[in-house]
């Protein structure tokens, strides 16, 4: 997508050679008109794919999965949780994933009413990069007996593996734009 | 707001008399279709006051922010972060805030570039119960000498008096729902 590498590129900052940091549009500040885009973009990428609802994780994934829920008809969007709250009282799906940002790992979190048999479950975050947090998702999707209908992220840290792993596991991978390297304080996309 | 109070009666559920429990269509899983509404609703009630920018807090504000920022014609939304990223390396402001189903006391962060002085802030929330996040967010705001535009909430527990405390404090508040009671699993809305 290329509105969104020159996003990235003209608002975008990097550290070091492995973060890219776009807190000013897309995971502290949001550009609420541009996620409207990136949701109908990923709704180009999976078109013609059956989805019945939408599973992201807190907390930045939850503004993409609701700008791309409109372009699918509004198949309703459930966010995995960090941490359970008092009221999550009954049965839920757990699965482990580490944050690359964060150096934590997160124990993921789903109320099973939300994942039901046989529906078709597509998985959106902003950031791929080992795959760690999308594996997790999947589980959630699977454990309730539901199937992933693919897989998107809007920027892919192309460097770590994370798609390829997720790939040969058998998802569809969508990711926006692609970072192969940064060097020098320059971003690299395929 | 009718469709709201229906909402909650139809979909929500109640745990003893102070909690409501929205997690089908506002803080778990989330009905995109339906926020748009809310976030219109949202205009409704703050017609003609100058909004430079949205302030919320993760995760569950998100959704409900991104929403309302179409109907004002898409200022920039700022999420506040109860944990710092290792990528958020610069100054930033901080405020205390508990939450009343967590039994926590959260930190809200935000990055100090995304509060501009002379920038009038609307703050809005799912809930608004005893208005602890609220207050941190307005000092937030006012620590980057920015102006409080208003509070707007998707839910208030009238019982729990946050929103007296905030008028007293000088700010405007609306709430599209505002729950009295709660009693034999019933909630009465003023």
Same mark, same amino acid.
């Given at each position: 997508?290329?509105?969104?590498?020159?996003? +990235?590129?003209?608002? !975008?900052?990097?550290?070091?050679?492995?973060?890219?940091?776009?807190?000013? $549009?897309?995971?502290?500040?949001?550009? *609420?008109?541009?996620?409207? #885009?990136?949701?109908?973009?990923?709704?180009?990428?999976?078109?013609?794919?059956?989805?019945?609802?939408?599973?992201?994780?807190?907390?930045?994934?939850?503004?993409?999965? /609701?700008?791309?829920?409109?372009?699918?008809?509004?198949?309703?969007? @459930?966010?995995?949780?960090?941490?359970?709250? =008092?009221?999550?009282?009954?049965?839920?799906?757990?699965?482990?994933?580490?944050?690359?940002?964060? !150096?934590?790992? &997160?124990?993921?979190? @789903?109320?099973? #009413?939300?994942? /039901?048999?046989?529906?078709?479950?597509? +998985?959106?975050?902003?950031?791929?990069? &080992?795959?760690?947090? =999308?594996? *997790?998702?999947?589980? +959630?999707?699977?454990? !309730?007996?539901?199937?992933? *209908?693919?897989?998107?992220?809007?920027?892919?840290?192309?460097?770590?593996?994370? =798609?390829?792993?997720?790939?040969? #596991? !058998?998802?569809?991978?969508? &990711?926006? *734009?692609?970072?192969?390297?940064?060097?020098?304080?320059?971003?690299? $996309?395929?």
């Amino acid at each position: 997508m290329e509105a969104l590498k020159k996003k +990235i590129v003209e608002e !975008g900052s990097v550290i070091g050679t492995e973060i890219v940091k776009v807190d000013t $549009f897309l995971n502290h500040q949001i550009d *609420a008109e541009f996620l409207d #885009k990136i949701g109908e973009e990923f709704r180009n990428r999976f078109a013609g794919v059956e989805v019945d609802k939408i599973l992201t994780v807190e907390a930045s994934g939850i503004a993409i999965a /609701c700008a791309a829920a409109k372009y699918f008809d509004y198949p309703p969007v @459930v966010f995995a949780k960090k941490a359970a709250p =008092s009221t999550m009282n009954e049965g839920f799906y757990e699965a482990e994933a580490r944050s690359f940002t964060k !150096g934590t790992v &997160s124990k993921l979190k @789903v109320d099973s #009413k939300f994942i /039901c048999p046989g529906e078709k479950i597509l +998985i959106l975050d902003d950031f791929l990069a &080992s795959g760690e947090a =999308s594996v *997790a998702l999947a589980q +959630i999707v699977e454990m !309730g007996g539901a199937e992933v *209908a693919g897989i998107g992220a809007v920027i892919e840290k192309g460097y770590q593996g994370g =798609s390829d792993r997720l790939r040969e #596991k !058998g998802y569809r991978v969508e &990711s926006l *734009a692609v970072v192969r390297k940064i060097e020098d304080g320059k971003v690299t $996309f395929d």
